[in-house]
Nanobody, 124 residues
Framework: QVRLVESGGGSLQTGGSLKLSCAVS????????MAWFRQGSGKEREGIAT???????TSAYSFKGRVKISHGDATNTLYLTLHGLHPGDTAMYYC??????????????????WGRGTQVTVSS
């Protein structure tokens, strides 16, 4: 079983940037996709970015141009960088690992392991 632990959240200002980390441990499959999602209060969980085993990254359309997802050197850490923050970015941010039998997607149901999340609050 994959264990995921997010860190790096906190209170940030509009216009700033965030960098979140996700420590990955346990049984991992080289084929699995990794992703970042977020969920704001009263909102549905939305996909932000995905990265596959080859390092091929995809960002959701609404985040294009201001997001980067990456692996650490040993691929046991997943990162998310988000620029141009605004209050609408306030949410709980989660990392997730996918079913090795499925390609990367922004469908939360395709992901089998989730961290507990890290809260990001952006003030104006």
């Amino acid at each position: 079983q994959v264990r995921l632990v997010e860190s790096g959240g906190g209170s940030l200002q509009t216009g700033g940037s965030l960098k979140l980390s996700c420590a990955v441990s346990g049984y991992t499959s080289g084929n699995m996709c990794m992703a970042w999602f977020r969920q704001g209060s009263g909102k549905e969980r939305e996909g932000i970015a995905t990265i596959d085993m080859y390092g091929s990254a995809t960002s959701a359309y609404s985040f294009k141009g201001r997001v980067k997802i990456s692996h650490g050197d040993a691929t046991n850490t997943l990162y998310l960088t988000l620029h141009g923050l605004h209050p609408g970015d306030t949410a709980m941010y989660y990392c997730a690992s996918g079913d090795p039998r499925r390609p990367c997607s922004f469908v939360s149901g395709d992901y089998v392991s989730w961290g507990r999340g890290t809260q990001v609050t952006v003030s104006s």
